[in-house]
């Protein structure tokens, strides 16, 4: 039986505080953490068979043109080379997240420097890489490819649906006490998970398994399908371990297509594993954006109004654009509004989703203008951001759901000792080093996806959850397991949680930080569903049954589970789906990020000191994963300020900094001690859980808290990201000569 | 198209015996071998040092220290060494991470010459020579002039680097290492600075500062050195440094930093190493 949710209105009922066996919002351990770290959870190519063979992608030289001849013969000469796939069916690119449909296929056609054109199979993988290498390609290359966004030659498109103006804006400027007007940049990005992306591909007659390493199974089932040409049910995908993310595997990717197409042709399983290289080059990078923001304030600091102009890329006949003003409507006041949105279509890798598509880029540019505005007004930039919180959605005049933008930054304000923070810019000195303290405000919208989760207490009285959903290092497997026990009042050793196989009931997979909240909910329903029937057996009714430490009580009766059960066992199944709730009120998760840096004032580096962030985002299921979302978030924001910048062949577009040696990750040494603050919520709007999504929380304007310090500590205002130290030292200089 | 040919000696006469022919690729670490072919590899002729242990280890003679040419990073790192190494020991915790320096060498670091080499500066400071051997006889290179430019050293085809000497400096002696990246770890450097002051009654005796990263192969900074001798031991020191006594760097535009930010740098470490060392003690 299937206990179903639409999410049309609040939900009043806090389920889960009903429930008496407390596991649910207690700091647990994941319960798979030994096998991960002694290395006994098997990952995708962890699955290898003895009998497979290896391919290895073979990529694109030119960024714009046609692929004519590729020397086949020789390769195919060389030892253990087994098959060259340069089937129709490649994937140009991966498929964008939540498509459920293949992406754009076919070698021939190029559109970027590094996109898969062939498959070289052999019977070792270093035979396959000596192969691919080895492969003689001609091209017939256009020359005259756009491949940067600022070429004045670039085709620009402007989506009428994604303009939007109300107010005059250009009026406010001109009257407004105080104005910002200026142009942020940010480069682009990579998820940079620590798993590159590999699949292993098995048939069984017409029936496809893939072992691989994805976000969203029941999307990428339907993506694989499409691509081959086959029916959903024939394909089945497992992914019960996934080593990071970040959007990186929303969408199936070009070496499970090879993988499957290579293992049909030959009759064995094939594997295929990206290098760190190829992962660089052919799977998705963030957009670098282009962002004209303009505030206009009164005389006390009140928006009057707020523009917000981006211009992003992607590959031509892509239909993702980077959301970059996701946030703009309705953080801040203001009745003179003006959002645009415009795409360069250029030659780059293909633009998709990276942790927190949107926010993390826009709302950091537009929390560094709120700062530029802090200094011209003269107020302080806690305050100027606690004056300007909406009553409501200004843009769409609905309710919030719930709110905790102030609470955030008066808390974060109290635990950093922003009091002792000098507001004039390079007033504080240690040696050679200028110390400066910056803040931001943190916001992302929160999403429900349809999910489906199946809960089955067996006859010994024990859990099994299983649902398709993945856990891609954020803590699935516990929170699952924590809703069920509380929900079934089971210790958490008497559950167990299945995931990341689509033979288990779709789930709404892991991205957008709607995992948690949204599969959690199918499993809470799914055992409301088996409350149900237990209440059926035990003859009482909802109300009257507690279910704790594997008993039942009634009454004044407490009874064994297995002793209920009898030797059968009960199985529900839960589906939520989104409903009229998204329309009616505003949902989104707020905070406040705190930063001290010291810039050194002879070379210009910039060391982060400490940081805290402070989040609400509805019931927090596990304060412990929670949290370690959010300092992983974080530390993405410290590389988004600091380091973190890929860099294109300005004649071909190709990446240059294709490795971890020079695209910049923050190293520990970089990551100072990180404070997380999470404040106690409910959203009844939002779901049963009353949970909302913390994934992304903790990138969503967390550079701007360190950019608006490094202000604070010297007077330099850097505008283009990351604030590298020949950026700040150019600025020094120019202020002592 | 061949395979290539595999060996690896488990004695230097074998080892030297082999190279006679010239045409070998020497691999002794790997951390420098492997990163330049995950994107292509080419069939090649390896000979492989690693069974060569006697190689390895720090040997202490009555004028010097021998380095053998096996020795790793992290071997450096915990050897009992005294203080005037320590600038070495600096530099050897900046060679990528803990597993890089677990079975990169030392003498490979030289061999490969980039030009961002972290321990060519220290060694250079240390006026240390490089022992290259080969079925004629063994000759004895001073450093300076065996790393002729980026990727190119003095060593002949059929030789072989058994070790690494540095002499025993005459008066007690101090040392450091500066590096400058665009994060604070695990990065390859923009500048990088070694210095080694000689101190006798509170006065310079002797200097060698090398500077990294800013020109083909890393390089001493003679005219400062001498403008430092006879000065007073202090941080005072800092301010001897002039743009002049670094205008024979020729540092490059990179998408690490450009050639201005570089020459702008290697004259602020330069005087951060100095100052650092006057004040020491």
Redesign the interface.
């Known amino acids: 039986m299937t206990s179903h949710i639409k999410m049309d209105e609040r939900v009043e009922r806090d389920r889960l505080a009903e429930m008496v066996q407390a596991v649910i919002g207690k700091p647990l351990d994941r319960p798979e953490g030994a096998l991960k770290v002694s290395g006994a959870a098997p990952y995708a190519m962890d699955r290898l068979p003895a009998n497979a063979c290896h391919g290895v992608l073979v990529r694109a030289t030119v960024s714009n043109g046609t692929l004519r001849d590729m020397d086949v013969d020789a390769v195919q000469a060389l030892p253990g080379i087994r098959a060259i796939i340069a089937d129709d069916r490649l994937l140009r690119n991966p498929a964008q997240g939540m498509a459920g449909e293949a992406p754009i296929q076919g070698p021939k056609d190029i559109a970027y420097f590094g996109q898969p054109i062939a498959l070289v199979v052999a019977e070792t993988f270093e035979q396959a890489r000596h192969g691919a290498q080895a492969l003689k390609l001609r091209f017939e290359a256009d020359g005259t490819a756009i491949v940067a966004p600022d070429d004045p030659k670039a085709d620009i498109e402007t989506p009428e649906d994604e303009q939007d103006s109300t107010g005059d804006l250009d009026a406010a400027m001109q009257t407004a006490r105080h104005t910002v007007d200026a142009h942020y940049t940010t480069p682009g990005h990579v998820s940079a998970a620590m798993e590159p992306h590999a699949s292993i591909a098995e048939w069984n007659g017409d029936r496809l398994t893939l072992y691989g390493s994805y976000q969203m199974l029941r999307f990428n089932r339907a993506e694989l399908a499409d691509a081959l040409g086959i029916e959903e049910k024939q394909v089945r995908i497992l992914a019960p371990y996934v080593g990071g993310g970040f959007g990186s595997k929303l969408g199936i990717g070009p070496e499970a297509v090879a993988a499957a197409l290579a293992a049909k042709a030959l009759g064995v399983p094939v594997a295929v594993a990206m290098s760190r290289q190829q992962v660089f080059e052919s799977v998705m990078r963030r957009s670098e954006t282009d962002q004209h923001i303009r505030l206009a304030a009164d005389e006390q600091g009140r928006l009057i109004g707020i523009g917000h102009e981006a211009l992003v890329s992607n590959l031509p006949g892509e239909e993702f654009s980077e959301p970059v003003t996701q946030a703009t409507p309705f953080l801040y006041q203001g009745d003179h509004r003006v959002i645009g949105h415009r795409i360069a279509r250029v030659h780059r890798t293909c633009a998709g989703s990276v942790r927190a598509p949107g926010e993390a880029v826009g709302l950091t540019a537009l929390e560094i203008a709120l700062d530029e505005l802090a200094a011209a007004s003269g107020i302080d930039p806690v305050k100027l951001r606690l004056i300007n919180i909406p009553q409501k959605d200004p843009s769409q005049d609905i309710p919030f759901s719930s709110h905790m933008l102030a609470e955030a930054l008066e808390e974060g304000a109290k635990r950093f000792d922003w009091d002792r923070r000098r507001s004039e810019p390079g007033a504080v000195r240690d040696g050679e080093w200028l110390i400066g303290m910056g803040m931001a405000s943190a916001a992302r919208v929160n999403m429900l996806i349809e999910s489906k989760a199946r809960v089955t207490l067996n006859a010994n009285g024990t859990g099994t959850v299983e649902t398709d959903m993945t856990d891609i290092g954020t803590g699935t497997y516990t929170v699952l397991s924590q809703i069920a026990g509380e929900m079934l009042g089971l210790p958490m050793d008497s559950v167990e949680t299945l995931l990341g196989d689509t033979a288990y009931p779709p789930a709404s997979g892991s991205g957008g930080s709607f995992g948690a909240a949204s599969n959690g909910t199918a499993v809470l329903l799914a055992c409301e569903e088996i409350r149900q029937q237990l209440c059926e057996r035990l003859d009482c009714d909802m109300q009257g049954l507690t279910l704790k430490d594997g008993h039942a009580i009634v009454g004044n009766r407490r009874i064994a589970l297995p002793e209920i059960l009898d030797g059968s066992r009960l199985v529900g199944e839960g589906h939520v789906e989104p409903g009229k709730a998204e329309e009616t009120v505003r949902q989104a998760t707020y905070g406040s990020y705190f930063a001290e840096v010291a810039v050194n004032a002879i070379t210009g580096e910039t060391r982060l000191r400490r940081m805290l962030g402070v989040f609400a985002a509805g019931r927090i299921l596990n304060p412990k994963t929670a949290r370690s979302q959010c300092l992983g978030g974080m530390t993405f924001g410290i590389g988004m300020a600091l380091t973190e910048e890929l860099i294109h062949d300005p004649r071909d577009g190709h990446i240059v900094n294709r490795d971890f040696a020079e695209y910049h990750l923050p190293v520990n040494a970089d990551v100072p001690q990180i404070d997380v603050v999470l404040l106690d919520e409910r959203d009844a709007w939002a779901n049963p859980l009353q949970a909302k999504g913390i994934g992304e929380l903790g990138i969503c304007g967390a550079a701007a808290s360190i950019v608006n310090a490094i202000y604070n500590a010297t007077g330099i205002r850097i505008r283009d990201l990351p604030a590298t130290l020949d950026k700040i030292i150019d600025g020094l200089q120019s202020r002592t000569d | 198209?061949s395979e290539g040919r595999y060996l690896r000696p488990q004695r230097l006469d074998e080892a030297v015996d082999a190279l006679k022919g010239g045409g070998w690729n020497l691999v002794a670490g790997g951390t420098d071998h492997y990163?330049a072919r995950?994107?292509?590899?080419r069939p090649e002729d390896i000979l492989d040092l690693t069974g060569l242990t006697d190689l390895r280890g720090i040997g202490e003679f009555p004028d010097h220290f021998r380095i053998g040419a096996l020795t790793r990073w992290t071997d450096l790192i915990e050897a009992p060494l005294p203080g005037w190494f320590d600038g070495l020991k600096q530099a050897a915790r900046e060679v990528g991470g803990v597993q890089i320096q677990n079975r990169g060498t030392i003498a490979g670091n030289l061999c490969n010459a980039s030009p961002a080499a972290d321990g060519v500066p220290a060694l250079l400071s240390l006026d240390a020579s490089v022992e290259l051997a080969s079925a004629g006889g063994v000759r004895i290179l001073p450093l300076a002039d065996f790393i002729l430019g980026n990727r190119k050293t003095a060593r002949r085809p059929h030789e072989l680097m058994t070790a690494i000497l540095t002499p025993k400096p005459a008066r007690p002696a101090r040392a450091r290492f500066l590096k400058?990246g665009?994060?604070?770890?695990?990065?390859?450097s923009i500048v990088m600075v070694a210095g080694l002051l000689e101190v006798e009654e509170g006065r310079v005796a002797g200097a060698r500062l090398a500077v990294g990263s800013c020109s083909a192969g890393a390089q001493r900074l003679p005219a400062l050195e001498a403008a430092l001798t006879g000065q007073p031991a202090d941080a005072g020191l800092a301010m001897l440094a002039t743009p002049e006594h670094l205008a024979g760097l020729s540092p490059i535009d990179d998408?690490r930093?450009?050639a201005g930010?570089r020459r702008?740098?290697a004259l602020?470490?330069v005087r951060r190493c100095l100052a650092d060392l006057g004040g020491l003690r």
């Open positions: 198209m990163p995950v994107v292509e590899q400058l665009a994060r604070r770890y695990l990065v390859i998408i930093a450009d930010y702008d740098a602020i470490l």
